[in-house]
């Protein structure tokens, strides 16, 4: 039997809503600021948001695409009544097809825009993007950032989507100002990056969720690095687990949180019905292939309306986390819409993981 642990959303969730956030493309809506990674700078706490833009009134018909030869954003309209498209997903176009449907656009573009707080409840959102699609791997968006700062440096990553697939680039910052973009580091398709935020036993390690197509799940995989570019000694980490919360699909979600029991991953899973939620994974502190524990519970899962309604419902969603003594401060994405914060005792994690 797991130990019980308590989470204290805040009372006033959702923290920052797309009302928040005005467009930045003429003619469009924000239909989503969630999904964001979190960092401390300069006294303040950041969240770098995932804002999605659509053109605004009327069904998604109208796609945002970018044209990375001109660098700009157009418009491609996809007939409602054409009997190869489903409409079916909020998220998604999808081309009807065989053995698969293939994903022909996505209802909203996706790029990173920065929000700022002192409190780390009430956030301010910049006027401008701060990522914003440029090439050709970011045709349809700038998805679910993660950010790991090293010393001085912010490494910024996250996934580019195109018709080339879903791949992993990184970015990186000291100031939150400029940013210089380093190119992918992983292979499509793969997503839900996360870099631990220091060497372990002379390398550097990240948690990766490649996606195989003709045999395989979605699982989590472990990977090394000696320079944070080129990454190999790939092996899997974590599968699904049959029947339960995390059966269909799971991913990392925080960058890890080093504890003194070893190192705290808030991981995301979903069923095939696409309700997600959240659990915890303890690996070795020494040897992060090591899984420890695992929450056989979700820490989180949508419950209150605002987890359970909206773009796209019964999501609740993580990419990022900051530890502070004993408190974990959890930000995490609702309904693809919205971001909502949690808190919760890191020693009351770990009591309900058995450590
Ligand atoms: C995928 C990603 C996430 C999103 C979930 C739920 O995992 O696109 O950004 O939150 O699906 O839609």
Redesign the pocket.
Known sequence: MEKLMNIHRYPYNPILTPAQVPPCLPGCEVVGA??AAAARYGGETLLLL?VAEKPAGGPAVRCLVLDPTSGRIRTVTVPRDEEKYDFSDS?MILRRGTPNPTIAYLTSLSYLRLARSRDGIHFTVDDRPFLFPQNEYETFGM??PRITQIGSRYYIYF?AVSPHGICEEMAVTTDFRQVRRLGIFFLPEN??VVIFPQKIGGNYYALSRPVPNAIGAPEIWISESADLRHWGGHEKLLGLRPGGWDSA?I?AGAVPIPTERGWLEIY?G?TAE?R?CLGALLLSQDDPHRVLARSKTPVLEPTETYERKGF?GD?V?TCGALAEGDILHLYY?VS?NSMAYAGLSIRELLASLGS
Do not use: T
Request: aromatic letters at 20%; a neutral charge.
């Open positions: 969630f999904n995932r998220r998805e679910d996934s997503k839900d699909r991913g995301h979903a696409n997600y796209f999501v969603f994405g693809d």
